[in-house]
């Protein structure tokens, strides 16, 4: 049975071998371990292996088990990458090192008042509604301009990027190369996008950081 800090090891590969395909700089894209739904007995290992930015979807799950993560190794960068309600800013700014899921004024608004309130000033993504799905988070890609101008210039939060969930049914280069277009125009350095069926393909169309859970963990169990 191969263990998750092996898989952790093939996937790092795939990043750099995807880099050189690309004419990517060597090490210009991070591995976000996505650890929603598993405990810290399944995480502790690929920490233990080196492995230190990872993804949460939920604030209430991360404060349950990183605290005591955090403890025990030292450098650990906690992105928040599910979405998140105004009510819940207090804790996920407590909580995290990056929000990656703005997309709406309300949490825009919460979000910098927790910040100022806590001295912490934290990097943030604007979540791309790529395929205007209505079931899923994310603000409309004609929308974005205005929204991240509003979130730099009225709100004052630190936009260092966009992130984006492409439809499980379409192409995700599409989405990917439409992501970049929006992050260009608006000076925006980092693309969050792509996750364990799609990471090399974002590669190929700039990703800055890419999600990988499942390819890394394990099948997920949501019984």
């Known amino acids: 049975m191969v263990s998750a800090t092996e898989r952790l090891e093939e996937v790092k590969a795939d990043i750099r071998s995807s880099e050189t395909m690309h004419n990517r700089k060597e090490g210009s894209v991070s591995l976000i371990a996505v650890s929603k739904t598993y405990d810290a ?3 502790r290992p690929v920490l233990a292996a080196g492995q230190r930015m990872f993804g949460e979807n939920r604030v209430q ?3 349950g088990k990183w605290p005591a993560l955090r403890a025990e190794f030292d450098g650990i960068e ?3 990458i599910g979405p998140l309600q105004s009510n819940k ?6 909580t995290f090192d990056v929000i990656q899921t703005i997309d709406r004024p309300k949490i825009a608004r919460a979000l910098k008042a927790e910040m100022d309130r806590q001295g912490r000033d934290l990097p943030c993504f604007i979540q791309v ?8 988070a994310g603000i409309a890609p004609g929308e974005v301009d205005a929204f991240v101008k509003e979130c730099r210039e009225e709100v004052g939060l630190k936009i260092v990027g966009l992130m984006c969930i492409p439809p499980v049914d379409e192409a995700p280069g ?14 925006l350095s980092q693309l969050s996008m792509g996750m364990s069926s799609d990471y090399k393909t974002a590669i190929g169309f700039g990703a800055t950081c890419v999600r990988v859970g499942s390819a890394i963990f394990g099948a997920r169990d949501y019984a």
Do not use: P, S, W, Y
Request: hydrophobic content about 45%; aromatic content about 2%.
């Open 129 to 136: 509604n790529t395929g205007e799905e209505a079931q899923k």
């Open 41 to 43: 007995d399944v995480i």
């Open 61 to 63: 799950e991360a404060m």
């Open 89 to 94: 800013a207090k804790e996920a700014i407590a």
């Open 174 to 187: 599409e989405h990917f190369a439409l992501l970049e277009k929006i992050a260009g125009r608006n000076g």
């Open 78 to 80: 906690l992105h928040l």
